[in-house]
């Protein structure tokens, strides 16, 4: 198998534990004054999609309430804790040794992702964000970009995610695998379904598949 030029990742659920993200929502639903939404409704509605308009699909009678609620859920991010998810660090390494470029390709908005590189500094080359692009996945926008930046080729490529978006995005950008992992909102069978080459169990696993 001949080896990526480049491994581009989701962030939520693919790098980062998606606790951190949820605990602050929660805490904002708070702040705000309404209904506090669960760990499923945040899975279904916001991951891998806008805060604002997942806000509004959980919570249609506070749909006014949106804006206040990315608000505060940014300040709230601001003091949680945030965890890698097992072998994070050590596959990004890995990859670096190898001489392998790594992007992180996020719905997250760049302030929110600045919290998480500034807390957790990573090996990673390039970060294309929500307000990087007009489109989120699965749209291949974010993805091209992330090749144009790193200098490859789609085809050169992989891309590594735990939603069906992910998926999607990268069959739609024409990367070289698109490689589901576990870690995160969708199953197995789930992430072959959106599109998925490879599944697997945690990030650590990709390394067997680079030579």
Known sequence: MTNPKAVLFDVDGTILDLHGVVSAMQKACVRIGVREITKDEIYKHIIGKSVESGFKQILPDSADKAEEFRKAYHAAYKDTTLNLLPGANETLSELKNKGIKAAFVTTRTKEINDIFIDKIPLPVDVVVTKDDVNVIKPD???????????????????????????????????CGKAIGITTGTHRKEELIRAGANIVIQKLTDLLRYIE
């Open 140 to 174: 291949p926008a974010p993805i091209l970009m992330a090749c144009d930046k790193l200098n490859v080729k789609p085809e050169e490529a992989w891309f590594v995610g735990d939603h069906e978006f992910d998926m999607q995005g990268a069959r739609n950008a024409g």
